[in-house]
């Protein structure tokens, strides 16, 4: 039986606040703090269909809006950009590698857009509000080193967690 968009509508309102939550978990090491949001991100795209997924992204950054924050003030916008965008792209990149039957090259290719894609959108958003608008002194070479460099290795074990979850969970989902 297939899942109806009320189901992964309401998966995805729950994967939003999961996310969230696990924002919360936090360990301060520079201007963006190590949280478990990319393992929920990662998590998200890996259960949620591709659309749902990106959705419950762009939910999580309204959410983190509401809260009364102001995101765009704060050097980790850009992440919260960049989870929408990696949703997707795992999202589109599932539809044709299924998790259930990925080969070692393709869940390797999955890792890699996993760990990189919110870099690419996150670090440069950083950067510029670090450098350009709130003027804390630092080379770009200390802000890659503070914003991405520190963070490699505690993301490849929260992506691999995610993976295994994922590949235990995806079968659950799929029978409702």
Known sequence: MKASKVYWLVLSALFAALTIVLGYVSIPVGPVPITLQTFAVVLTALLLPHPFSSLAMSVHLLIKIFQ?????????FGFLIGFIVTALVIGLY?????????????????????????????????????TNVLHVPGSIGLWIYK????????????LAL????????????KSK
């Open 94 to 130: 599932l539809e044709s590698h299924p998790l259930e039957t990925l080969t070692a090259k393709e869940a390797l290719v999955l890792f890699l857009i996993a760990l990189f894609l919110p870099y690419t959108v996150g670090l440069p958003y950083m950067i510029v509000l670090l």
């Open 162 to 173: 995610a993976l295994i979850l994922a590949k235990r969970v995806k079968p659950l989902l």
């Open 68 to 76: 009364g924050a102001n995101p765009l003030t704060t050097p980790s």
């Open 147 to 158: 914003g991405m460099l520190i963070f490699l290795p505690f993301d490849c074990v929260k």
